[in-house]
Structure formats: C-alpha cells, structure tokens
C-alpha cells in the first residue's frame, strides 16, 4: 500500500440487535470524529464488515481495489475478524493498530486483561499471517 493511490472510505457501523450497539441507540451512532461522506456505508450484524447489507468484497473488486487499511472499534472483534477475512480473501491488509480501540476485558478465569495488552495480542495475532500491523503515521506517509 505504498506511493500515491487514491483513497475510498468505507464506514461500517453493527447494528448488534439487543446490545449496546443496536441501531436507534447512541451506541449504533458515528462518533464525532467521523465526518464526511463515505464512498460506501455498511450496515452489518455479525462481527466482519464483508458480511453487511452490502458485499464488501464484490464492492471492491468491481472497483479494482486489492488492498485494506482496518481501523475502528473495536480492535480485537470487528477489526481483527475484518483483518482476517480480507486476508483470506486475498487482499493485502494494512492493520492500524493505534487507530483501532478496544476496552479491559473479564478473561475467563475473571482476571481482567487491560485493552492496551489485548490491543497488542491483536497486533501479534495479525502480524505476518494476516496483516502488515502498522501505525496511522505510516498508513498516512
């Protein structure tokens, strides 16, 4: 994903039927600091943004696009599946570690794992297999 290449914008938003992201609650809504007219907006109900009301893959390859940058919330469910599954697909996955957010997490035996160590088990989970894991400084030179 390197030189100059024209950017397109997806923004995906989980409608999480029963959860605290379930459309018409403040949760289903964009933050503040997602402005603009995306090129497409998902809406989806499982954890991969290419299983939305719309076909993310097809979307792409009719546009001729091969690679992703996944950035968003939260970083070890929605983005790392996103990551994932656009790997298996066969695109080339930027994942922008500081510009995903996860929150401290109960593990099983109660201990709570803070976000900033599941962030960075995401980011070694991806590297390498799934994703070049990269800075927002690095995806924006």
């Not at 943004?49 to 719309?54: I, K």
């Not at 995903?100 to 989970?125: K, Q, S, Y």
Request: proline share 4%.
């Amino acid at each position: 994903m390197s030189g100059q290449r024209a950017l397109v914008v997806v923004v995906v938003q989980h409608d999480w039927q029963g959860g605290p992201l379930e459309r018409g609650t403040p949760g289903f809504e964009l933050k503040e600091a997602v402005d603009g007219e995306p090129d497409l907006r998902i809406v989806k109900t499982v954890h991969s943004s290419f299983h939305g009301d719309v076909d993310l893959d097809a979307w792409l390859r009719e546009r001729g696009i091969d690679a992703i940058a996944v950035c968003g919330i939260q970083t070890n469910f929605c983005c790392e599946t996103t990551a994932r599954i656009g790997s298996d697909l066969g695109y080339d996955v930027w994942f922008v570690l500081d510009a995903t957010h996860t929150f401290d997490i109960a593990a099983p035996d109660g201990e709570v794992v803070p976000a900033a160590e599941i962030a960075r088990m995401t980011g070694l989970n991806l590297q390498d297999e799934f994703a070049e894991v990269v800075t927002t400084a690095a995806a924006c030179s």
